[in-house]
């Protein structure tokens, strides 16, 4: 499975962005996909995770009512709406599939990290004052 992010770069805070994650490699409908972001010398934060089949979502607090998570199945994209963009959203943002995407609630269970099994490059979000 490959992952690969586009969509990133430099914005004011307030303004939107969307990003994209173009997945291929493997059948998705049983798989959940997730964002994370990263933090100079910290560890991957959770953003947001979706399951592929039925579209169940579950967010970070830190971006519940900013942030949208939606995925294209027709497409094998996963999408990443943000809006209201504020300066400690810059990170590095990374897009996450683990196979194990219909077994476990879809809150709480999907934010570790540790849960998925692929990972995109990254892109870089900048959100400036």
């Known amino acids: 499975v490959q992952l690969v992010e586009s969509g990133g770069g430099l914005v004011q805070a307030g303004d939107s962005l969307r990003l994209s994650c173009a997945a291929s490699g493997g059948t998705f409908s049983s798989y959940a996909m997730g964002w994370f972001r990263q933090p100079p010398g910290k560890e991957r934060e959770f953003v947001a995770v979706i399951r592929w089949s039925g579209g169940s979502t579950d967010y970070a607090d830190s971006v519940k009512g900013r942030f949208t998570i939606s995925r294209d199945s027709a497409k094998n994209t996963l999408f990443l709406q943000m809006n209201t963009l504020k300066p400690e959203d810059t990170d590095v943002y990374y897009c996450?599939?683990?196979?194990?995407?219909?077994?476990?609630?879809?809150?709480?269970?999907?934010?570790?990290?540790?849960?998925?099994?692929?990972w995109g490059q990254g892109t870089q979000v900048t959100v400036s004052s």
């Open positions: 996450a599939a683990t196979r194990s995407g219909t077994l476990y609630n879809i809150k709480y269970y999907y934010s570790g990290s540790s849960r998925y099994d692929y």
